[in-house]
């Protein structure tokens, strides 16, 4: 199925450059387990090409493109965003690039495993707790599950995800999933919270401060102002604004530096800035 597009789309930096860590690429096509369906897509002159399943594509369809953000209009936030030659440059290399709506419950423990971690270690935390704890599904040969539920991780425990080998990490993803299976947190009405209401409802998690709590409200809870300091944000920061060095801000004091400075998309902003100074070099 089709899901026509003609706005600017970078389909493989959204899906693989570290918003989400379940997409895989092969023979052409992205794929994952979205909405507890097999979904596998690929990027089209006219748009999104995709197939999906159990359910029929017309379902899923809408989903996707929600995921997608192909609302967003790109043309204008990269207008707002780019102030300064190197943020300029990377909006020019990298449009197209949007910031995925991803699924809150999968999205939170993602972040929680990204502490002191780097991509591929992450995206095999998140895909051993989906074999293991998750339900299978498959579509035209391919065999993936579905990332498990609170309950089911609440069930697993520690001790079996820490034998997954989420380390220190078992620990606090096992604490999140007890808290928002007894529904302590609910995390979907957090899209309708203020920025700052939903922030301090994600730090009082155990294991999430203000970076991964930036990442989830960015890529999970439509908090397009939310803006993640990690080390290649702080990085760029400090090369291509030596206001911030003259400051001697700490990286904790650059997220509302940067919020100020980029305004209501910082968080797209924080996307260009991260695929600029990472992959400098290198393509």
Not at 25 to 46: I, M, P, T, Y
Not at 116 to 129: A, F, H, K, L, Y
Not at 204 to 219: R, S
Request: hydrophobic fraction near 45%; include cysteine.
């Amino acid at each position: 199925m089709l899901i026509r597009f003609d706005g600017i789309l970078e389909l493989e930096g959204m899906l693989l450059g570290g918003q989400a860590f379940r997409w895989r690429f092969e023979d052409g096509w992205f794929h994952n387990v979205l909405f507890n369906n097999f979904v596998s897509a690929r990027q089209v002159d006219k748009g999104v090409e995709f197939a999906c399943g159990p359910d029929d594509e017309s379902v899923i369809a809408p989903l996707f493109r929600d995921y997608l953000r192909l609302d967003d209009d790109l043309v204008a936030i990269g207008k707002t965003i780019s102030k300064g030659e190197q943020i300029s440059a990377a909006v020019s290399k990298y449009q197209g690039l949007r910031i995925l709506r991803q699924e809150p419950w999968e999205c939170l423990v993602s972040f929680i495993c990204s502490a002191n971690s780097n991509i591929p270690r992450i995206s095999t935390n998140v895909e051993d707790m989906a074999r293991n704890f998750g339900h299978a599904l498959e579509m035209n040969g391919h065999v993936r599950s579905a990332f498990p539920t609170p309950d089911e991780l609440a069930d697993a425990g520690e001790q079996k995800l820490r034998d997954l080998g989420l380390g220190f990490r078992a620990k606090y993803v096992a604490a999140a999933a007890v808290c928002i299976a007894r529904g302590d947190v609910d995390l979907f009405s957090l899209r309708e919270a203020s920025y700052d209401e939903a922030l301090e409802e994600l730090i009082g998690l155990a294991g999430i401060g203000d970076k991964v709590g930036n990442c989830i409200l960015l890529f999970a809870l439509d908090k397009r102002q939310a803006f993640p300091v990690d080390v290649w944000i702080e990085r760029a920061i400090k090369e291509w604004y030596p206001e911030v060095v003259e400051q001697k801000l700490t990286r904790k004091a650059m997220r509302p530096w940067a919020q100020e400075f980029f305004g209501t998309y910082a968080g797209y902003a924080n996307q260009y800035l991260f695929h600029g100074r990472r992959l400098q070099g290198k393509d």
